[in-house]
Nanobody, 125 residues
Framework: QVQLVQSGGGLVQAGGSLRLSCAAS????????MGWFRQAPGKEREFVAA????????YYANSVKGRFTISIDSAKNTHYLQMNSLKPDDTAVYYC??????????????????WGQGSQVTVSS
């Protein structure tokens, strides 16, 4: 059984930084894509970033490109989302995710099989 346990998040002023972590367990992840989505109140869950475990290829939503960085520490089975230059519009609950065979569907929540518990990120203006 795959488990994803998130940590990090919190309250930060605009322009600040936060890092989210997602520790995975339960099976080898070499063929998985790991990702981050977020959901603001009254909005649908949206893609933020993804990374392929096998070769480290990364993908980002246009809204976070250049500000957020997704990475993997394979020794710890953990992936991270480093968020810099945060804006009030980044306020949301952030969810880590993982799935095998995601392929080109990395922007769709339906492409992922496993989800973390969610972390609140609040950016004040």
């Amino acid at each position: 059984q795959v488990q994803l346990v998130q940590s990090g998040g919190g309250l930060v002023q605009a322009g600040g930084s936060l890092r989210l972590s997602c520790a995975a367990s339960g099976r080898p992840f070499s063929l998985y894509t790991m990702g981050w989505f977020r959901q603001a109140p009254g909005k649908e869950r949206e893609f933020v970033a993804a990374i392929r475990w096998s070769d480290g290829t990364t993908y980002y939503a246009n809204s976070v490109k250049g500000r957020f960085t997704i990475s993997i520490d394979s020794a710890k089975n953990t992936h991270y989302l480093q968020m810099n230059s945060l804006k009030p519009d980044d306020t949301a609950v952030y969810y880590c995710t993982a799935g095998p065979g995601v392929g080109s569907y990395y922007r769709s929540a339906r492409g992922y099989a496993y989800w973390g518990q969610g972390s609140q990120v609040t950016v004040s203006s």
